[in-house]
């Protein structure tokens, strides 16, 4: 429940519909869906942070954690 609930959905969207489609049909949904899911979450900055969180802070491990509540 930490994880941002719309980044969830929109993982899971795009892990059912790929099932189906070729490879470059997969690749187009799938940027699209995260260009969709970067504009949605534009208030939150989820994606800067886990960067920061990454690069910089050395904090974050991807897929084990979710990224710390900005303050």
Known sequence: MEKP???L????QGVRAVG????WQSYEYLMAKN???????RGR??????I????????YKPG???VTAKK
């Open 5 to 7: 609930p719309i980044a």
């Open 9 to 12: 959905a929109f993982t899971k």
């Open 20 to 23: 189906t489609m070729d490879l």
């Open 35 to 41: 260009q969709a899911l970067r504009f949605v979450d």
């Open 45 to 50: 900055n989820t994606r800067d942070q886990g």
């Open 52 to 59: 920061s969180e990454f690069i910089d802070k050395k904090t």
């Open 64 to 66: 084990l954690q979710s």
